[in-house]
Nanobody, 125 residues
């Protein structure tokens, strides 16, 4: 089993930056594909970014490409999401997730087996 805990959310003005962290415990996640998803109030959950187990392969949603960067530190068992040039439409609860197996950087939430509780990101205009 894997437990995931996000941190780093908060309130920021448009154009600002935040860095989210996702700390894993229970077992190492160094061999697992991991990703970030977000869900705005009244909307469906959407894919944000995913990263391969070694960190050398990454994929992003078009809406965040060029502004967000996903990274991981397998020694610390932690994944990050650096968010720059934030916009009000980035406001959402951000959740990290991990796949129990497989190497595909899936953009589909149902392909992920472990989830954190989420952290709120609010971007004011």
């Amino acid at each position: 089993q894997v437990q995931l805990v996000e941190s780093g959310g908060g309130l920021v003005q448009a154009g600002g930056s935040l860095r989210l962290s996702c700390a894993a415990s229970g077992r190492t996640v160094s061999t697992l594909v991991m990703g970030w998803f977000r869900q705005a109030s009244g909307k469906e959950r959407e894919f944000v970014a995913a990263i391969s187990w070694g960190g050398d392969s990454k994929t992003y949603a078009d809406s965040v490409k060029g502004r967000f960067t996903i990274a991981r530190d397998n020694v610390l068992n932690t994944m990050y999401l650096q968010m720059n040039s934030l916009k009000p439409e980035d406001t959402a609860v951000y959740s990290c997730a991990a796949r129990s197996s497989g190497i595909v950087l899936s953009t589909t939430g149902s392909r992920y087996d472990y989830w954190g509780q989420g952290t709120q990101v609010t971007v004011s205009s």
